[in-house]
């Protein structure tokens, strides 16, 4: 059983569990979910980087901008 903490928050609190079995699996998938905040505030920056330097200058968004996107508000609570 994998517990992994919210950053900033005083009290460990289980988000997540991943059982141990000891196979690769389960270690990757506690390690993914562990990564998963970072991830989630690198590909915002990517993303929010990318519309100020040309979205913003007339440039239709590529496809994976548009997926980002989606992945971006689905991670957050906000996709419809």
Do not use: Y
């Not at 505030?41 to 990318?50: A, G, I, N, Q």
Request: hydrophobic residues 45%; charged residues 25%; proline residues 4%.
């Amino acid at each position: 059983f994998w517990q992994i903490k919210l950053k900033g928050s005083p009290k460990m609190r289980t988000i997540a569990s991943c059982r141990d079995n000891g196979d690769e699996e389960s270690i990757a998938n506690a390690e993914l979910i562990a990564a998963a905040p970072e991830l989630l505030e690198v590909l915002e920056m990517v993303v929010r980087d990318w519309t100020a330097q040309f979205e913003s200058k007339g440039h239709m968004a590529p496809e994976w901008c548009k997926q980002a996107r989606a992945v971006i508000a689905k991670a957050t609570g906000s996709a419809s």
